[in-house]
């Protein structure tokens, strides 16, 4: 079972950036497609990026779209979300998460239930 740990998060002005990284505990990290959530108190968990295990395939919602960048390296079993032009609302708990996929796919996945593994979050602040 994989272990996911999220690392990065932290303070940062509007119209600045942070880099989180989701580091995982597999050797074979490659065949894990993986992506980002985010969430608020009283709010649910919102989709934010998303990476196929082979790493050529990204997705993006609007909200974030030409701002936030996810990238990953398989030789370090690591995934990054470089987040620019920081906005008040990109505030809340950023999660990382992981699926199986039998191998190097270009499957990408964007909602909550078809991540079975997920990391503990890091904390992401960015004030006005």
């Known amino acids: 079972q994989v272990q996911l740990v999220e690392s990065g998060g932290g303070l940062a002005q509007a119209g600045g950036s942070l880099r989180l990284s989701c580091a995982a505990s597999e050797r074979t990290f490659s065949s894990y497609a993986v992506g980002w959530f985010r969430q608020v108190p009283g709010k649910e968990r919102e989709f934010v990026a998303a990476?196929?295990?082979?790493?050529?395939?990204?997705y993006y919602p609007d909200s974030v779209k030409d701002r936030f960048t996810i990238s990953r390296d398989n030789a370090k079993n690591t995934v990054n979300l470089q987040m620019n032009s920081l906005k008040s609302e990109d505030t809340g708990d950023y999660f990382c998460a992981a699926r199986f996929t039998f191998g190097l796919t270009n499957s990408i996945y964007t909602t909550r239930n078809h991540y079975p593994y997920w990391g503990q979050g890091t904390q992401v602040t960015v004030s006005s």
């Open positions: 990476i196929s295990s082979a790493g050529g395939r990204t």
